[in-house]
């Protein structure tokens, strides 16, 4: 099965990440609209050779049973929500996500408005964000996004389902994140640091011993019961506006319960009542489960 090149391509500098939710009754419309996409991200990327440009679409758990009923994949779920308040991750769930990523802006564009011209009349627009690179692929609170990505062929182990009628395809969880900036710049360099686990100008990992508990590469650094970690592909670029800076963050896996089991440890307090600090300065405003198919399917 041939995988969505959007799911392990490589860093781009621009991106755009549309949600969209399908009218009533026009399912079965939108299903044969989605044939038509790998082809759509074949002639951007062929057409403009430049660009590096990539793209992927993504079913809504809510909306996969309407449009492609079937057959289900077998771990596709509700996105986990988590806490409450001031800190919480909830669930805001929508039936199609599309990410268009590229190295020239205006190639990501031109992917932006066929696909809005593919969804006239059948799907809505419910968010969109623009993201891009910011310095050396980092995230706008200073430190380098994602030192611990897999690389080469691991992308691809880490990402992909390997078998299976889904084989080729991803689970992916989308958020949309809000920094607290202001709150964020009254902290010493040093407790953005320990918070981080890591340094921000050289992007050196603490070692192990001297991370706190509450350090963000401890809490979703994990392993599951044979000892193997637990490892997402992430697909984040920065976002921002003259009053607002963020993170899109896109978790692409084989798996949903990587993902799962990390937002649960940065949200949830162990024994001795331990969280995540960096859940104190950036809140998610939406969150939404998805799975990528493979070209093969969505041609099917």
Request: hydrophobic share 40%; charged share 25%; proline share 5%.
């Amino acid at each position: 099965m041939t995988a969505q090149a959007g799911i392990c391509a490589e860093p781009n500098l621009h991106a755009y990440y549309l949600f969209f939710n399908i009218l009533p009754g026009r399912h079965a419309e939108v299903r044969n609209k989605l044939k038509t996409v790998p082809a759509l991200w074949r002639e951007l990327a062929s057409g403009f050779p430049d660009a590096a440009f990539s793209g992927l679409v993504a079913i809504g758990n809510e909306s996969w049973d309407e449009l492609y009923p079937q057959a289900r994949p077998s771990e596709l779920t509700a996105f986990p929500a988590q806490g409450e308040g001031e800190r919480s991750a909830p669930e805001t769930p929508f039936d199609l996500f599309f990410q268009l990523r590229a190295d020239r802006l205006d190639v990501a564009y031109i992917g932006v408005q066929r696909v809005m011209t593919l969804l006239a009349g059948l799907a809505e627009l419910k968010d969109e964000r623009q993201g891009f690179r910011y310095l050396d692929s980092r995230d706008m609170t200073g430190f380098v996004d994602g030192t611990e990505n897999p690389q080469g062929e691991d992308r691809a182990a880490v990402a992909l389902v390997a078998d299976g009628p889904f084989t080729g395809g991803s689970h992916l969880h989308v958020q949309r994140y809000h920094h607290r900036m202001a709150r964020w710049q009254k902290l010493a360099l040093k407790a953005q640091e320990d918070i981080y686990g890591r340094t921000k100008d050289d992007n050196i990992e603490y070692a192990s011993a001297d991370k706190p508990l509450t350090a963000h590469t401890r809490r979703t650094s994990l392993k599951d019961a044979e000892g193997r970690s637990m490892e997402i592909l992430r697909q984040s670029m920065p976002w921002g506006s003259a009053t607002e800076q963020g993170l899109v963050f896109v978790s692409c896996c084989r798996t949903p319960l990587h993902f799962t089991r990390m937002l649960e440890s940065m949200y949830q307090k162990d024994g001795d009542g331990h969280f995540d600090l960096l859940t104190l300065f950036t809140q998610p405003r939406t969150g939404a489960a998805f799975f990528a198919p493979s070209e093969e399917w969505l041609l099917s």
